[in-house]
Nanobody
Framework: VQLMESGGGSVQTGGSLRLSCEASGITDIFGCMAWFRQAPGKQRERVATVESGGATTYSDSVKERVTVTRENAKNTLFLQMNNLEAQDTAMYYC??????????????????WGEGTMVTVAS
């Protein structure tokens, strides 16, 4: 199974980006898909999750500014980010699990990870 992110880049403060994640090598539908990010020198942060049934969660740091969506049939994940701020600068990772548990509790681990796509927000 491979997850491939795309859509990262450099934008000005207040700009927008749409990240995508495509899965390959699997026919089962992921129960949970999520976006994480890690800024230089900081711990990894869970940004947003979406279950196969559509339930979503967002971190407080991005709530109101991002929207996570997915296409179940293609196991494709998206993250629309608006009004970007300098503190959004980070490597963004796509992650997935066949179980819905990781979407519902941070105590459960994601089974699959992408290599990441870099987002840089210049002030």
């Amino acid at each position: 199974v491979q997850l491939m992110e795309s859509g990262g880049g450099s934008v000005q403060t207040g700009g927008s980006l749409r990240l995508s994640c495509e899965a390959s090598g699997i026919t089962d539908i992921f129960g949970c898909m999520a976006w994480f990010r890690q800024a230089p020198g900081k711990q990894r942060e869970r940004v947003a999750t979406v279950e196969s049934g559509g339930a979503t969660t967002y971190s407080d740091s991005v709530k109101e500014r991002v929207t996570v969506t997915r296409e179940n049939a293609k196991n494709t994940l998206f993250l629309q980010m608006n009004n970007l701020e300098a503190q959004d600068t980070a490597m963004y990772y796509c992650a997935a699990s066949l179980s819905t548990n990781p979407c519902r509790s941070v105590h459960f681990l994601m089974g699959y990870w992408g290599e990441g796509t870099m987002v840089t927000v210049a002030s």
